[in-house]
């Protein structure tokens, strides 16, 4: 199992992209997933997560601006940005819970998407 992010890119300060990641393999079921981001001198901080049931959680600087969904019947998950800001610049992260089909959980990170936001 492993995941594939897709998205990104160059934008200027106010402007919208959209980042996609999804799971391929077989026998699982997700469990949640999710965007993290690094900027460049900074730790990794939670962007955004959602749940196989649709239960949301955002980093207080993207609320209101990012949504976050997911489609389980594609093993995906996708982040709308609007409104991008300068300190939004950073390498997206697509991160995943899945559980296997005897149960067993597997956490998952895909390749980094870069994000740059233009001032």
Do not use: H
């Amino acid at each position: 199992v492993q995941l594939q992010a897709s998205g990104g890119g160059l934008q200027q300060t106010g402007g919208s992209l959209r980042l996609s990641c999804a799971a391929s393999g077989s026998s699982f079921s997700i469990n949640y997933m999710g965007w993290y981001r690094q900027a460049p001198g900074k730790q990794r901080e939670l962007v955004a997560t959602i749940t196989r049931s649709g239960r949301t959680n955002y980093a207080d600087s993207v609320k209101g601006r990012f949504t976050i969904s997911v489609d389980n019947a594609k093993n995906s998950v996708s982040l709308q940005m609007n409104s991008l800001k300068p300190e939004d610049t950073a390498v997206y992260y697509c991160d995943a819970v899945l559980f296997m089909s005897d149960g067993t959980p597997v956490a998952l990170s895909g390749q980094g998407t870069l994000v740059t936001v233009s001032s």
